[in-house]
């Protein structure tokens, strides 16, 4: 677990994993002899949100939900979005790079090829469409409720869409997108004929573990923090409105 007054430097020579976080909070290395607190306030990044984030991403056993829920949704879209970013900028042409690499010199027959590689291409469009749909719909749709939510008169027209719209529309047809990733892995580890070479292989297998548990991570941050608040802060400007 990670605190506030830890080094930064000593808390990620510890807890490596943190690194994929770093981008998301635009949070570069170079840490001297700051503190975690102190990183965070030079790149204007709120201590408390960031250690929240840190130790759930640090702990499996964690669960979001309660410790999460006094920053503003602002914040939390904000993670969100940009851990989006690191998914589609980084992690996942890493991971396609690997796998290309991987089927390139392993002697696969062109059948086995192209299952990996047609599994790994459908994957990425059913992310890209997820990813999509909550960066043009959803979050958007999340920001104007707070700010909705904040101002003394609601705007009716609001109102009304909302009596017609509930997040919990988007909950039951959230997609846990991370299973299906796991199963390239079963493919690799299971079905595929031997590969020869072992590092490259370790490589791919590690780098999707990672990635499925980034990815828990983040549905868990939408499912179990995000949902909840936005249908507690939903009901709570309806009856506001209805009392006016
Ligand atoms: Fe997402
Ligand atoms: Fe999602």
Not at 18 to 47: A, D, Y
Not at 153 to 159: G, Q, R, V, Y
Request: hydrophobic share 35%.
């Amino acid at each position: 677990m990670i605190t506030r007054d830890m080094s930064m430097c000593q808390a990620v020579l510890e807890n490596h994993q943190l690194l994929p976080l770093f981008p998301r909070f635009n949070i570069k290395t170079g840490f001297g002899e700051m503190s975690v607190e102190q990183v965070c306030k030079t790149h204007r990044v709120n201590t408390d949100f960031f250690l929240e984030i840190a130790n759930a991403y640090l702990d499996d056993e964690y669960v979001p939900g309660k410790d999460l829920s006094h920053f503003s949704l602002g914040s939390v879209v904000q993670y969100l979005t940009s851990t989006h970013t690191y998914y589609v900028q980084i992690a996942l042409p890493r991971m396609e790079e690997k796998i290309h690499r991987l089927l390139e010199y392993s002697g696969l027959s062109a059948k086995e090829v192209n299952l990996v590689s047609g599994f790994f291409n459908d994957y990425k469009k059913d992310f890209m469409v997820h990813i999509s749909e909550e960066e043009q719909e959803v979050l958007p749709y999340i920001l104007e409720l707070e700010k909705q939510s904040i101002k003394e008169d609601s705007d009716p027209d609001f109102i009304d869409r909302l009596r017609n719209y509930s997040i919990r529309e988007f909950a039951l047809k959230h997609d846990r997108l991370e299973y299906s990733l796991e199963n390239l892995s079963r493919l690799i580890i299971k079905y595929l004929p031997p590969f020869e070479d072992f590092d490259l292989c370790n490589q791919v297998l590690s780098g999707l573990a990672n990635l499925v548990k980034d990815l828990v991570d983040h549905a868990n941050m939408e499912d179990k923090v995000l949902i909840p608040r936005v249908t507690e802060l939903e009901q709570q400007l309806i009856r506001k409105h209805d009392t006016q």
